[in-house]
């Protein structure tokens, strides 16, 4: 299994709409990132958490780190077509190898 | 140009060929990764290095090979491509002073296609 498991996998939501995307890991967070990655193509760096609580905003993505439940979501307020992607988020694992989850499928409907 | 350039962009190889994706990098960092990407399973670390004489395994190695030629460089060979190597290849880079959160930095990928 997955050391970081994105839920959901797949998401389909009208413009304008909010959503939220969250990311669980199996083990302690000591930092996570979300990266953007438009598809087929490279990994934008979208922001990076480190400490429990935290929450930090860029544009209309706002992403928090629950450090006690070793979980991040990931939330999109008033989704716009650019929006759309693929959304990856990542853990460092040991000696600053980064870990991701599966990557969760977003589409925008107009 | 971009920090992190990766060639080819786009191959199409037959199995049991040879093949190796390239990849430099403008950002000065001593850290390089090479992952793979899959539908449905994110990016997989095949292989990465901390400095040029510095090469470890990640968690999916096997079939694969690298070089790091240079700070700058560090390249991935499939010896002998198999089908399912079929994937979008990244190669990334780091500072090893990271605490500024800035994370790291992808090449546009290299999607590999084996026949």
């Known amino acids: 299994s997955q050391e970081l498991e994105q839920s959901p996998q797949s998401l389909i939501v009208q413009e304008g709409k909010n959503l939220t995307i969250n990311c669980t890991s199996s083990k302690t967070l000591y930092g996570l990132y979300w990266y953007k990655q438009k598809y087929g193509e490279g990994l934008i760096f979208l922001m990076m958490l480190q400490k429990g609580g935290e929450e930090k905003s860029h544009e209309k993505i706002t992403a928090k780190l629950d450090e006690k439940k070793q979980q991040s979501s990931l939330h999109i307020t008033a989704s716009q077509p650019s929006h759309a992607g693929i959304y990856l988020c990542g853990a460092v694992k040991g000696a600053q190898k980064l870990v991701f989850g599966q990557g969760t499928r977003l589409t925008i409907n107009p | 140009d971009a920090d992190v350039t990766q060639t080819p962009r786009n191959r199409i190889t037959k199995t049991g060929k040879r093949i190796m994706l390239e990849c430099s990098q403008t950002k000065g960092h001593d850290r390089m990764y090479w992952y793979r990407q899959d539908p449905g399973l994110g990016l997989r670390l095949i292989y990465y290095s901390f400095d040029v004489k510095d090469i470890n395994k990640g968690e999916i190695s096997d079939g694969y090979s690298v070089s790091r030629q240079a700070q700058a460089k560090f390249s991935l060979s499939l010896e002998s491509a198999i089908p399912n190597q079929t994937a979008l290849y990244f190669c990334?880079?780091?500072?090893?002073?990271?605490?500024?959160?800035?994370?790291?930095?992808f090449g546009s990928g290299t999607r590999l296609t084996v026949v």
């Open positions: 990334a880079t780091s500072d090893n002073r990271d605490a500024a959160g800035y994370g790291y930095t």
